[in-house]
């Protein structure tokens, strides 16, 4: 199983970002698909999830800033990450039924 996330990189504090992670056809339209994120010194923690039908799980420190989609057409999940804080800065993995992917860095400048 393959999951490929890209989108990241160096932004500015109150920009924006949108990570994408394409993975095959069969494991993402049956499972449920989330992106989590690991900054330096700490643990990876849930960024947000979203099911086969379309519902969604935020962490509290992105609600309202950042918003997860699927789009079953192109076996694709997307994290639009708005209004980006210093300390969203981490590598951002995607992740599928106990597969990772190999991670996008995010660093957000203040």
């Known amino acids: 199983v393959q999951l490929v996330e890209s989108g990241g990189g160096l932004v500015q504090a109150g920009g924006s970002l949108r990570l994408s992670c394409a993975t095959s056809g069969t494991i993402f339209s049956s499972n449920t698909m989330a992106w989590h994120r690991q900054a330096p010194g700490k643990q990876r923690e849930l960024v947000a999830a979203?099911?086969?039908?379309?519902?969604?799980t935020y962490a509290d420190s992105v609600k309202g800033r950042f918003t997860i989609s699927r789009d079953n057409a192109k076996n694709t999940v997307y994290l639009q990450m708005n209004s980006l804080k210093p300390e969203d800065t981490a590598n951002y993995y995607c992740?599928?039924?106990?597969?990772w992917g190999q991670g996008t860095q995010v660093t957000v400048s203040s």
């Open positions: 992740f599928c039924r106990g597969y």
């Open positions: 979203i099911t086969i039908g379309g519902s969604t």
